[in-house]
Every structure is written in C-alpha cells, then in structure tokens.
C-alpha cells in the first residue's frame, strides 16, 4: 500500500453544535471545574500534574491548566455524564 492511498486525517477536530458555536462549555479554570465536579458527587482521588476525580464509578482527569480548553472540558463534563446546562449549573 502507497502512502498516497493513506487518507489524511486531520490533527485537531472541529465540531460544532446546532447554535453554530464550537462549544457549549467555555474554558475554565481547573480549579473551579473541581468544585463544579465535587458539587456534582465527584471526589479527589490523586492530585499531581492532573486532578484524577471519580463518583465511584466513573473517573475523570483535569489538566491543572489555567485554563482548561473549552473542547477538552466539553469532553470531562461528557464523561462525567452531565450536560452543559447541568455543569453550567454547577458553576
């Protein structure tokens, strides 16, 4: 198989919502995401580069950046199962 067969596959994904916008949870930083989290039954299991958290069941890593990618928090607020009016809620 030639590499010209291979399909290019972009390096950052672009998705967009029915309102047009990139994302509907803004980047925040991490530390008001742990709080949001905590209020939502999620706890602090491990803190170092990144905060592990878990409800139990599930389980979720936040960067401790400052501040958190919009993409990337739409994906942890996804993973905990939550929407975005919910996690907006928690704010």
């Known amino acids: 198989m030639s590499m010209a067969s291979h399909r290019r596959i972009p390096f950052f994904r672009h998705r967009e919502h029915g309102n047009g916008s990139a994302t509907e949870i803004p980047g925040i930083d991490y530390r008001l995401a742990v709080a949001a989290l905590e209020d939502a039954g999620f706890w602090v299991l491990r803190e170092g ?10 389980i979720l ?4 950046h400052d501040p958190v990618h919009a993409l990337t928090m739409e994906g942890i607020v996804h993973d905990a199962g939550l929407s975005a009016a919910q ?3 928690l704010l």
């Open 87 to 89: 996690f907006r809620q």
């Open 49 to 58: 580069v990144h905060i592990i958290m878990t409800n139990g069941t599930r």
């Open 61 to 64: 890593t936040i960067p401790c």
